[in-house]
């Protein structure tokens, strides 16, 4: 298994479960009045609960658009990208970056999208129009 952990911190437990369970679909694993732990698209994902949630920077600049470092998201099939947008949409979820497309007509072409969850964390969700170039100059 090659698959990452990330752990985090969250304003509390119930909007955090809120958010990546019926959000993001993600299953709920083990947790704690501290912490929580999420399936995270085949990952480990672990919010802990803090009053210590410091402030975002926005110096990342990718394509010409300004996004909030640090973040963290995951790589999707268009169909999953598609999916989480009408979700996201359908809650009234607001985009930090509106869906795109990322380096349209070039080696890394990609739909990405940027939100919050609702301890105020960024997450990027991308869809590469060919997989195989996730990693293309």
């Not at 998201?73 to 795109?100: R, S, W």
């Amino acid at each position: 298994m090659n698959a990452f952990h990330y752990a985090f911190k969250v304003k509390d437990i119930a909007s955090t479960r809120k958010f990546y369970v019926e959000m993001l679909a993600c299953t709920e694993g083990r947790s704690t009045e501290h912490w929580i732990d999420f399936d995270f698209f085949g990952h480990q994902l672990t919010g802990h609960v803090s009053d210590n949630i410091p402030p975002l920077d926005y110096c990342g600049k990718v394509d010409g658009i300004k996004v909030p470092i640090p973040h963290f998201g995951c790589l999707l099939t268009v169909a999953q990208f598609e999916t989480l947008q009408q979700t996201f949409e359908k809650h009234d979820i607001e985009f930090v970056v509106k869906p795109q497309i990322r380096y349209a007509g070039k080696p890394g072409e990609q739909r990405t999208m940027f939100v919050f969850d609702f301890s105020g964390n960024p997450l990027e969700f991308k869809a590469f129009s060919d997989e195989r170039e996730v990693f293309s100059k």
